[in-house]
């Protein structure tokens, strides 16, 4: 049933050719790796600057630009895809990869909000407090973009959407809050802001990997050697869903808390 429904999703069987054409969108490899690394951490930059000044200004239109050429669904892709094929090299470069734009997207936001530090209020900004804590609305809309994200980029005639894909879930702009928070010392508000983002980030690696799963990606690419990588696979892939449950819950328990104080 599966083959079928993935299939028809996929829109033909998954072959080499599909194989390779995601490899090359989604996986920093090859000849021209060093091009794409400079290329992603240009874009982190800039899509980080964006985001920073859009939450200072509290404009919705700066941010969803910051969203628009935001490149970190790449690496995400790339490391749902890697799961699925049971990649380990793959898997490394693309975690790697995801953790440098993580790390550069913070230090932008910080950066760039120091000189600024004492000219505003973050709890004034509704832009930067709505960023401060997960939600199930959040997850929810995280795991639908995973899916999303996938379904795109396994298609070529549905690629086009991928500007889309990239406006629905917030990966950015919460990062460059966390910059912003720390930059003004607000601590605990920046570890808020940050297990948003992994919570964005863990969903839509789960739901991408399923979907790529689904479609038939595994079956082609899995080698007999690479089963203990399907194994480290799935144990990465329900640690993540513990993860996921933990701020979420603590949120949930924050806000029946108040509600009981009130």
């Known amino acids: 049933m599966w083959n079928s429904i993935g299939t028809i999703i996929h829109g033909d069987t998954v072959n080499k050719t599909h194989v390779n054409r995601i490899r090359d969108l989604v996986l920093y490899e090859g000849s021209e790796v060093k091009k794409k690394i400079v290329k992603f951490f240009i874009l982190v930059i800039l899509s980080s600057g964006i985001a920073t000044y859009g939450l200072l200004g509290n404009s919705v239109a700066v941010i969803i ?5 935001a490149p970190l669904m790449l690496p995400i892709m790339g490391l749902a895809y890697s799961i699925i094929a049971g990649d380990i090299k793959a898997m ?5 990869l995801s953790l440098g734009g993580i790390i550069a997207a913070i230090a932008v936001g910080f950066i760039l909000t120091l000189p600024l530090n004492g000219a505003f209020q973050p709890e004034n900004i509704n832009q930067i407090m709505i960023r401060t804590s997960p939600g199930l609305i959040d997850l929810l809309a995280a795991l639908v973009t995973g899916f999303a994200g996938a379904f795109a980029m396994s298609r070529s005639d549905v690629s086009d959407t991928l ?5 629905a879930i917030s990966l950015v702009p919460p990062l460059a809050n966390v910059g912003i928070l720390l930059g ?3 601590y605990s508000l920046a570890l808020g802001s940050f297990l948003l983002f992994v919570t964005n980030y863990l969903a839509i690696l789960i739901t991408g990997a399923a979907l790529f799963g689904i479609m038939g990606y595994s079956k082609v690419t899995l080698l007999e050697k690479s089963s203990n990588a399907k194994k480290n696979g799935i144990i990465f892939v329900l640690i993540s869903l513990i993860v996921i449950t933990l701020p979420l819950g603590y949120n949930g328990y924050n806000v029946v808390t108040d509600n009981s104080v009130t």
């Open 92 to 96: 490394k470069s693309s975690l790697l």
């Open 65 to 69: 630009g910051a969203m628009i050429i």
């Open 163 to 167: 500007p889309g894909v990239a406006i």
């Open 184 to 186: 003004t010392f607000n």
